[in-house]
Nanobody, 123 residues
Framework: QVQLVESGGGLVQAGGSLRLSCAAS????????MGWHRQAPGKQRELVAA???????NYEDSVKGRFTISRDNAKNTVYLQMNSLKPEDTAVYYC?????????????????WGQGTQVTVSS
């Protein structure tokens, strides 16, 4: 089995910063793309940022220049540094990873999600 465990959410004033972390645990063999999505109340979940295992990144337009995604492959961890936060960034943030893990003698591949962490930006 594999788990994605997020941390770092919280309440911050507009203009402030937060850093989210997401670590994949378990018998992970390989992680391809890792990303952060968010879902605000009444809205669909959207991709915020993603990073390949080679370090190529892409960002949702509204966060470009403010958010930075990075990863530590040795720790199976992805980070999201969020600066200049705005009230419209308020949402539950979810980590996602396309990965392969093993259990007994079998390999399993798929897209896995964390449990979500709340980010609230006050005006």
């Amino acid at each position: 089995q594999v788990q994605l465990v997020e941390s770092g959410g919280g309440l911050v004033q507009a203009g402030g910063s937060l850093r989210l972390s997401c670590a994949a645990s378990g018998s992970v063999l390989r992680i391809n793309t890792m990303g952060w999505h968010r879902q605000a109340p009444g809205k669909q979940r959207e991709l915020v940022a993603a990073i390949t295992n080679g370090g190529r990144t892409n960002y949702e337009d509204s966060v470009k220049g403010r958010f930075t995604i990075s990863r530590d492959n040795a720790k199976n961890t992805v980070y999201l540094q969020m600066n200049s936060l705005k009230p419209e960034d308020t949402a539950v943030y979810y980590c996602n990873a396309d990965l392969t893990y093993y259990s007994d003698t079998y390999r399993y591949s798929g897209s896995y999600w964390g449990q979500g962490t709340q980010v609230t930006v006050s005006s």
